[in-house]
């Protein structure tokens, strides 16, 4: 594909349906990866991408500096993440959570491959999750992850300490069961 990205925003910018598409086919499948890890399963990433896209086209105008678009995108992404789960919050059911006793830490990174990551993350309960993809991958404190999510520090705190005992948990299990299958193929 022959483009240059300022080309393409600054069309953008006018609306050129053409260049949107362009700009859909340059980024969708970066920021579709960010809204899949705030998302309960792939439907739910396909909607949040969908509607990040309809605010990016409607805002572009604003983006001032292009070599910022990127970052302006991945923001717009995380936020539609966030309002989708703030919707959601009062119509999904409230489960039982059962908190494990947590033992030594482990390096999840180097005991599950990214596929198997990613479905331990969307298996969290929706304010775990948002809490963990938001401190753990994007980096932000409790504060401002309190402010964002509309819940105290404290609480903030608590919601990624409980992730990770419970992502630790469902590694362990899923390391034994991998373990178990690889002695029954010898």
């Known amino acids: 594909m022959d483009y240059r990205i300022e080309d393409i925003i600054e069309k953008c910018k006018s609306c050129d349906r053409l260049s949107q598409e362009k700009l859909y086919l340059v980024y969708s499948k ?3 990866g960010i ?15 969908h509607d990040a896209f309809i605010k990016i086209f409607q805002n572009i105008k ?10 302006w995108m991945k ?27 947590q033992e030594s830490p482990h390096e999840i ?10 479905k331990l993350i969307q ?12 401190y753990a991958i994007e980096g932000y404190n409790h504060k401002e992850i309190g402010k964002m999510l509309k819940i105290s520090e404290g609480t903030s705190k ?13 590694v362990k299990i899923l390391y034994n069961s991998s373990e ?6 010898e």
Not at 77 to 89: C, G, P, S, Y
Not at 158 to 170: N, Y
């Open 30 to 32: 970066k920021l579709f």
């Open 35 to 49: 809204s899949l890890r705030y998302a309960k399963n792939y439907d739910e990433a396909q909607d949040i991408l």
């Open 62 to 71: 604003q983006l001032k500096e292009v070599k910022a678009a990127e970052g």
């Open 75 to 101: 923001r717009i992404v995380i936020n539609t993440a966030l309002e989708h789960f703030r919707n959601m919050k009062n119509t999904e059911p409230i489960h039982e959570i059962r908190v494990l006793k």
């Open 109 to 118: 990174e180097s005991i599950v491959n990214e596929k198997d990551l990613l």
């Open 123 to 134: 298996g969290l309960s929706p304010q775990y999750r948002m809490v963990f993809n938001l």
């Open 158 to 170: 608590s919601d990624l300490s409980r992730a990770r005992v419970i992502l630790q948990e469902k």
């Open 180 to 185: 178990i299958a690889q002695k029954d193929n």
